[in-house]
């Protein structure tokens, strides 16, 4: 085994990885998780809000 080879090796191990990743992404049960941390931001704002909103009372 040869230099080249390990670099085939290489590249077809990062592809197989690169598709896994992009599999385990746009996976169905991978769906509800990524929409709950997309509205992390906002859950933010709104308790930001809550607490601003008690100490002005």
Known sequence: MDVND???LS???AFTAFIGIVWWAWHRKSQKG???AARLPFAD???H???LGSRRE
């Open 6 to 8: 390990l670099r085939a």
């Open 11 to 13: 590249t077809v191990l």
């Open 34 to 36: 990524f929409e709950e």
């Open 45 to 47: 704002d709104e308790q």
């Open 49 to 51: 809000d809550r607490t």
